[in-house]
């Protein structure tokens, strides 16, 4: 089969990430005109996705501390990079499926498995990811399925949720289709991702509320509960990882994390309710005489964002050899653990809120030490630099404001 596949493969390099080298297109060759990868390319591979990889890597390992992982699924694996890496930086006697529709990824993730020696522990498929993934689970569900496309995960969410094991299995998402999912296309995400999107400070954190919002919907269509265990938002992405298990009465009491969220641009108060309250009350606005200029985003998941056991597992895998990730993956994994007990309040963006009240904005830690004593809980976000997440309303926030600049 891969002999007919097989095709004279020009323009191939040599690239690393972690602790793994391996083959692909020749990027720098194919974007120099457009300056980013795209899906010209004869076997794609984005460098600026290491990230991404990096904290999968670091999330599986985490999680198969505590879960059996015996076989994995990348339906669309591309030069095979992502399943490499997994192969070769995690310890354990798995076994990997990878899939492509395209001929040339799939000699090229061959070529990639033949080097490290892994063909006797992975096998590559030519086909569509979502036949593959139905068909090739028949005989034995899948423990994990990593779904990284060029665009929206939504259209393959059914068959790989079906084709994990029913007993519990990690899903991997990523979604790069952010104009739809940052509120430039509310309508698009309405159709996707069964939730209006909206332009607000925290419009990422709402692209991944909804991509968890649709996780959730699937899943229960299929009995299923969800579980996230961590969220990434970074550059032109973003990213979930999500435990999925065959669980009716878990599922059902999931249906509170369905809810809507409010944002008053003018006096920027955020309102964050489950569709299963009783109406929706009145919007209480943090300002006399405001506008009125309401955002709504939703239905979307508005439950937790990183089991914590998880998240400090994968902080101390991280300092056992934090050389072989991306420099920022420290940083990233901290704010995350610093934020993850107050995600159910969204973050405020201290130069939003600073430009909604015409003020200048004074540091960020300034803010925090105040907060912090006057007995409110206050966090740093992986989401911005310049936002916290706390529980004190956006009055007392412009309040300190006001005192820290002398009005």
Same mark, same amino acid.
């Given at each position: 089969?891969?002999?007919?596949?097989?095709?004279?493969?020009?323009?191939?390099?040599?690239?690393?990430?972690?602790?793994?080298?391996?083959?692909?297109?020749?990027?720098?060759?194919?974007?120099?005109?457009?300056?980013?990868?795209?899906?010209?390319?004869?076997?794609?591979?984005?460098?600026?996705?290491?990230?991404?990889?990096?904290?999968?890597?670091?999330?599986?390992? =985490?999680?198969?501390?505590?879960?059996?992982?015996?076989?994995?699924?990348?339906?669309?694996?591309?030069? $095979?990079?992502?399943? *490499?890496?997994?192969?070769?930086?995690?310890?354990?006697?798995?076994?990997?499926?990878?899939?492509?529709?395209?001929?040339?990824?799939?000699?090229?993730?061959?070529?990639? &498995?033949?080097?490290?020696?892994?063909?006797?522990? !992975?096998?590559?498929?030519?086909?569509?990811?979502?036949?593959?993934?139905?068909?090739?689970?028949?005989?034995?569900?899948?423990?994990?399925? +990593?779904?990284?496309?060029?665009?929206?995960?939504?259209?393959?969410?059914?068959? =790989?949720?079906?084709?994990? %094991?029913?007993?519990?299995?990690?899903?991997?998402?990523?979604?790069?289709?952010?104009?739809?999912?940052?509120?430039?296309?509310?309508? @698009?995400?309405?159709?996707?991702?069964? $939730?209006?999107?909206?332009? !607000?400070?925290?419009?990422?954190?709402?692209?991944?509320? &909804?991509?968890?919002?649709?996780?959730?919907?699937?899943?229960?269509? %299929?009995?299923?509960?969800?579980?996230?265990?961590?969220?990434?938002?970074?550059?032109?992405?973003?990213?979930?990882?999500?435990?999925?298990?065959?669980?009716?009465?878990?599922?059902?009491?999931? @249906?509170?994390?369905? $809810?809507?969220?409010?944002?008053?641009?003018?006096?920027?108060?955020?309102?964050?309710?489950?569709?299963?309250?009783? $109406?929706? #009350?009145?919007?209480?606005?943090?300002?006399?005489?405001?506008?009125?200029?309401?955002?709504?985003?939703?239905?979307?998941?508005?439950?937790? *964002?990183?089991?914590?056991?998880?998240?400090?597992?994968? @902080?101390?895998?991280?300092?056992?050899?934090?050389? =072989?990730?991306?420099?920022?993956?420290?940083?990233?994994?901290? *704010?995350?653990?610093?934020?993850?007990?107050?995600?159910?309040?969204?973050?405020? +963006?201290?130069?939003?809120?600073?430009?909604?009240? %015409?003020?200048? #904005?004074?540091?960020? #830690?300034?803010?925090?030490?105040? *907060?912090?004593?006057?007995?409110?809980?206050?966090?740093?976000?992986?989401?911005?630099?310049?936002?916290?997440?706390?529980?004190?309303?956006?009055?007392?926030?412009?309040?300190?404001?006001? +005192?820290?600049?002398?009005?």
């Amino acid at each position: 089969m891969l002999k007919q596949l097989a095709c004279n493969m020009t323009g191939l390099k040599e690239y690393s990430e972690g602790r793994t080298t391996f083959l692909t297109a020749d990027v720098e060759e194919h974007t120099a005109e457009k300056g980013q990868p795209t899906t010209d390319m004869p076997v794609f591979y984005n460098p600026r996705m290491r990230i991404n990889r990096d904290l999968s890597v670091l999330f599986l390992r =985490a999680y198969m501390e505590k879960n059996d992982m015996k076989l994995f699924c990348e339906p669309l694996a591309g030069s $095979g990079v992502r399943s *490499l890496r997994y192969l070769n930086e995690i310890p354990g006697e798995f076994n990997g499926l990878l899939c492509d529709v395209n001929p040339m990824a799939i000699e090229t993730a061959t070529k990639n &498995l033949d080097k490290h020696g892994f063909l006797d522990r !992975a096998q590559v498929l030519h086909g569509d990811a979502k036949i593959l993934l139905l068909t090739e689970s028949r005989g034995k569900r899948f423990d994990f399925v +990593d779904i990284d496309p060029f665009g929206s995960p939504v259209p393959y969410l059914n068959a =790989a949720i079906q084709s994990l %094991n029913p007993r519990g299995g990690l899903l991997g998402l990523t979604a790069t289709d952010m104009p739809a999912l940052c509120g430039v296309y509310p309508r @698009v995400a309405l159709r996707k991702y069964g $939730g209006l999107s909206t332009r !607000a400070p925290f419009t990422h954190e709402l692209a991944v509320r &909804l991509l968890l919002g649709r996780t959730y919907s699937i899943a229960a269509m %299929n009995g299923c509960s969800i579980k996230p265990l961590g969220i990434l938002s970074t550059d032109h992405y973003i990213r979930a990882w999500i435990h999925i298990e065959s669980n009716k009465t878990e599922s059902n009491k999931q @249906v509170d994390s369905i $809810g809507m969220i409010r944002l008053c641009r003018s006096c920027q108060h955020a309102e964050v309710y489950s569709l299963r309250q009783s $109406g929706s #009350s009145e919007f209480l606005h943090e300002q006399e005489n405001c506008p009125a200029d309401t955002a709504i985003a939703g239905p979307l998941w508005i439950g937790d *964002l990183y089991d914590s056991k998880t998240l400090e597992r994968t @902080v101390k895998l991280h300092e056992l050899d934090p050389e =072989a990730y991306h420099k920022r993956v420290r940083e990233l994994l901290e *704010l995350m653990t610093e934020e993850q007990t107050l995600v159910r309040f969204p973050f405020m +963006d201290i130069h939003d809120v600073c430009d909604a009240y %015409n003020l200048p #904005s004074p540091k960020r #830690s300034d803010i925090t030490d105040v *907060l912090i004593a006057k007995g409110y809980q206050v966090s740093r976000t992986h989401f911005r630099p310049t936002a916290i997440r706390t529980d004190a309303p956006v009055r007392e926030v412009v309040s300190i404001i006001k +005192d820290l600049i002398g009005e």
